[in-house]
């Protein structure tokens, strides 16, 4: 098969790229050996988050760090033995993480950041999807008055640097939101800025859908190996030898595969993460997202019942799943909402491709004209994705980008 362009990878990135190079008319075939939306663009709490302006960094405060550092939370867990695989990208986070380095980093991100509802919108209104979408926001929740008064602080920091909109709630305006919240839940903040999404993996297959409906061919092949050649790029999948002017490699983690053979080796890790769904107890509902940020989880409304949403797991890819953070997180969370039995009866495991200076790779792969990249989004793939294909199909057909693309160039890691 030849086309113009070939798209690496079925996720909300790679199906966001294919979209919007089609919409400034170019021929694209969308490749992946799962079907679109099946990998980390399923498994998330399904917030399209445009109030997390700043990135998920390592800790300075040292009772922070030792709470990480004794296993036993519920935000963070590690294999021991997996750590000095990864200590270079743990030195880089660390490095990243501090506040001079983490403001400019933000203020990088920025652009993608506000761009992210509108992009949305677009996709999810020519798509039909606008029944997946919520527009209210998510909640906060805190377990003391003190935590509550810091938290408003920080709302408010944000409000005047970013624009952002929030509510501090004590407990009685959180009852208004939430009725089912149990007294545990002393107060929080409501941002109201972001949208949540009630099935994220539907929202990715909806996109597909669009990208077919508008002329766009989807394979399902796992592709091998990709080379240059004098046509342009030829792609080897399990079945097939394809060719096509130009290639886009937007295959998260493993993103790698393909490109080491070509003198590439972005730092990435997989950032493990669960999610198990529950029905709620009773009679009782939750409207929002809840974000009990000093345990670490996430519990979001969602289709198939509330989705319990783990931080982060540092261990080896393909480690069998370890159930010790999501039951960490589902005790804890159990203390402020009435969750019943758990729909599934294993959970979902995923994992979140992250660089050590929590940016993505987007841009042109330098050495090789006609390789172009697209990964490594962390917990921002959902959030990120249209904007990140707008940003490189832009790139891709000369047009001025809306964002400036240098902070998020491969030359980094070369």
């Not at 079925?10 to 790229?17: E, F, M, Q, T």
């Not at 867990?77 to 001079?100: C, E, T, V």
């Not at 393909?318 to 203390?335: F, I, K």
């Not at 921002?380 to 891709?396: D, I, K, S, V």
């Amino acid at each position: 098969m030849t086309s113009e362009i070939f798209v690496l990878g079925a996720g909300i990135v790679g199906v966001s790229v294919a979209l919007h190079l089609q919409q400034r008319g170019r021929d694209v075939v969308l490749v992946d050996r799962n079907a679109p939306g099946e990998g980390a663009s399923f498994g998330n709490a399904g917030l399209i988050e445009r109030a997390s302006v700043i990135p998920y960094a390592i800790p300075r405060d040292w009772r922070a760090l030792l709470g990480h550092a004794s296993n036993r939370n519920a935000a963070v867990r590690y294999d021991p033995a997996f750590l000095p695989r990864i200590a270079p990208w743990l030195l880089g986070y660390w490095r990243a993480s501090h506040p001079d380095r983490l403001a400019t980093i933000a203020g990088e991100l920025l652009p993608l950041i506000e761009a992210c509802l509108g992009e949305h919108e677009r996709l999810v209104e020519a798509a039909g999807l606008s029944h997946l979408l919520r527009r209210d926001g998510w909640i906060e929740v805190v377990r003391s008055a003190a935590t509550l008064d810091e938290a408003g602080r920080r709302s408010s920091e944000m409000r005047s640097g970013y624009g952002l909109v929030s509510d501090v709630l004590d407990r009685q305006a959180l009852a208004r939101l939430e009725p089912a919240l149990l007294p545990a839940a002393v107060g929080g903040i409501h941002w109201r800025d972001p949208f949540t999404v009630s099935d994220p993996g539907a929202l990715t297959k909806g996109y597909a859908t669009l990208f077919e409906m508008r002329g766009g061919t989807i394979r399902r092949e796992a592709v091998s190996r990709i080379a240059p050649d004098r046509a342009g790029w030829r792609i080897v999948t399990e079945n097939a030898s394809h060719r096509s002017g130009a290639v886009v490699v937007a295959l998260g983690v493993h993103s790698n595969t393909l490109l080491s053979p070509l003198g590439y080796r972005v730092p990435l890790v997989g950032k493990r993460g669960y999610h198990m769904h529950f029905r709620p107890e009773g009679e009782a509902t939750l409207r929002h997202a809840v974000l009990d940020e000093e345990i670490g989880y996430v519990m979001s409304p969602m289709a198939a019942g509330i989705r319990l949403t783990t931080g982060v797991e540092l261990a080896a890819p393909d480690a069998p799943a370890n159930r010790v953070q999501l039951d960490r997180a589902e005790r804890r969370a159990r203390e402020i909402f009435p969750l019943g039995k758990p729909v599934e009866d294993k959970p979902w495991i995923g994992l979140r491709p992250a660089t050590p200076d929590m940016k993505p790779v987007i841009g042109p792969a330098r050495r090789h004209p006609g390789l172009w990249l697209a990964f490594g989004h962390a917990h921002h793939g959902l959030t990120l994705g249209p904007a990140t294909g707008r940003l490189l199909a832009e790139l891709m057909t000369g047009e001025t980008p809306f964002a400036d693309p240098s902070p998020f160039d491969i030359a980094r890691f070369l």
